[in-house]
């Protein structure tokens, strides 16, 4: 059955299974800088098979939580994998907040996750091993550090499909490492000018092809999208391809602002690209380089509301998206922590709520007039196997379960 088929005769409802996390201490959320939103999750990531998923926080903790039988997740095991630094060079501090967890995809008698802050990425080792009265303890050791290579802000790191590198993202330079060596890495792409009054924008995000390791793509702050093929050259500064939608509902100031990409991935099956931006989410056919298949827009309601979001610094929230493992369904978040779930075809869109228990269940969102731009699903991660959605608001992680009118979970 064709998927547009599929959500044309069958109805479903996505259900609250769980929620994780630790409440901010309201005392601390004063005054203090950011010290309330250390206990803030800043990054998801399903491994690929499922079985695990772990959530970076602001604090530099990665939380590891593994699949139950009912579908639940539990504790697994917890790490510290970066703590706060102080760059003598620039004299500015490095925030221990987790930008981004990746999971090696390819499994064996342990596991390898990549977690960066700012300036440092580390993979660590995860491992079982049998203790004192046959207990089974969770070992994690980290088994390389790599840094020293980017002068600006790490925004994302992408393992290659090869099993043998990754890129890593910052504003200007993306560079290539061999998980195996730490002390080197090669610059693919560098878009860094000589005079840097000359700089028109910067790179937010970058992902490789799930099965050609030899293509990637990066976005930038104007709502392009670069292809790069590392087959015609080593060094992508003239990109195979790229990919703008040149329509645009918002003209002068706002303009560049509402079309900076905050998240670009391939689909599990390296079909098709999906951009997020401030108003809309895009899904590109790699083949077509003018235009999208379809623009999602679902953040109309906010165009008037534009100068406020600015004055309270929301207009620069980053929203991610997320692809289920068949690559005909998209998952994003917005405010009010609503989240909203629709086919690869961009129709079907299904809108909900997170709300922590106790309060109204499921509520859909839309019902609620007042913009909180405070309450935000910033993160979002789908299990790559089942329809099981992980989203990150705040302190608070949620996870959601589809299933059909006759209470059968789908497994996709």
């Known amino acids: 059955m064709e998927a547009s088929e599929f959500y044309a005769t069958h109805h479903s409802e996505w259900e609250f299974s769980q929620m994780f996390g630790e409440e901010d201490d309201p005392s601390s959320d004063s005054d203090s800088g950011s010290g309330g939103e250390d206990n803030w999750i800043s990054s998801l990531s399903f491994d690929s098979t499922g079985k695990f998923l772990a959530v970076g926080y602001n604090c530099g903790q990665v939380?590891?939580?593994?699949?139950?039988?009912?579908?639940?997740?539990?504790?697994?095991?917890?790490?510290?994998?970066?703590?706060?630094?102080?760059?003598?060079?620039?004299?500015?501090?490095?925030?221990?907040?987790?930008?981004?967890?990746?999971?090696?995809?390819?499994?064996?008698?342990?596991?390898?996750?990549?977690?960066?802050?700012?300036?440092?990425?580390?993979?660590?080792?995860?491992?079982?091993?049998?203790?004192?009265?046959?207990?089974?303890?969770?070992?994690?050791?980290?088994?390389?550090?790599?840094?020293?290579?980017?002068?600006?802000?790490?925004?994302?790191?992408?393992?290659?499909?090869?099993?043998?590198?990754?890129?890593?993202?910052?504003?200007?330079?993306?560079?290539?490492?061999?998980?195996?060596?730490?002390?080197?890495?090669?610059?693919?792409?560098?878009?860094?000018?000589?005079?840097?009054?000359?700089l028109t924008e910067v790179?937010?995000?970058?992902?490789?092809?799930?099965?050609?390791?030899?293509?990637?793509?990066?976005?930038?702050?104007?709502?392009?999208?670069?292809?790069?093929?590392?087959?015609?050259?080593?060094?992508?500064?003239?990109?195979?391809?790229?990919?703008?939608?040149?329509?645009?509902?918002?003209?002068?100031?706002?303009q560049e602002l509402v079309t900076t990409i905050s998240d670009v991935k391939f689909s599990p099956d390296g079909n098709l690209i999906v951009s997020r931006d401030y108003l809309t989410m895009k899904i590109w056919d790699p083949r077509m380089e003018n235009h999208p298949l379809k623009v999602i827009k679902f953040h109309d309601h906010l165009i008037p509301k534009l100068c406020d979001l600015y004055e309270n610094d929301s207009i620069f929230d980053k929203f991610e998206c997320s692809w289920n493992g068949e690559s005909n369904r998209l998952l994003t978040g917005s405010y009010n922590n609503n989240f909203y779930i629709c086919d690869g075809f961009g129709s079907g869109v299904t809108h909900m709520t997170a709300l922590k228990p106790g309060m109204a269940k499921n509520l859909y969102a839309g019902q609620n007039p007042h913009l909180d731009s405070s309450q935000k699903v910033l993160h979002t991660a789908w299990h790559p196997q089942q329809d099981i959605i992980a989203l990150g608001a705040k302190d608070f992680g949620y996870l959601y379960l589809q299933k059909t009118v006759a209470g059968e979970n789908i497994t996709l």
Not at 97 to 126: A, G, Q, V
Not at 180 to 196: Q, R, T
Not at 233 to 243: P, Q
């Open 63 to 198: 939380v590891v939580l593994t699949q139950q039988d009912d579908q639940t997740y539990q504790l697994y095991t917890e790490f510290k994998s970066h703590d706060s630094e102080f760059d003598f060079l620039t004299s500015m501090e490095i925030e221990e907040k987790i930008n981004m967890i990746k999971w090696f995809p390819f499994t064996n008698s342990s596991e390898h996750l990549l977690t960066t802050n700012d300036k440092t990425i580390k993979l660590f080792k995860m491992f079982e091993r049998q203790g004192e009265d046959d207990m089974i303890d969770v070992i994690t050791k980290p088994r390389k550090v790599f840094e020293g290579a980017h002068a600006y802000n790490i925004n994302s790191v992408a393992f290659n499909s090869d099993g043998e590198t990754f890129i890593s993202t910052d504003d200007l330079r993306i560079n290539l490492w061999n998980v195996n060596i730490s002390n080197e890495a090669f610059g693919i792409v560098d878009i860094k000018p000589d005079n840097m009054d000359e």
């Open 203 to 254: 790179i937010t995000c970058a992902d490789f092809h799930p099965k050609a390791c030899n293509v990637l793509i990066y976005s930038t702050s104007k709502g392009i999208i670069r292809m790069g093929d590392l087959r015609q050259s080593a060094l992508c500064e003239r990109y195979a391809k790229e990919y703008e939608d040149v329509e645009s509902d918002i003209g002068g100031f706002f």
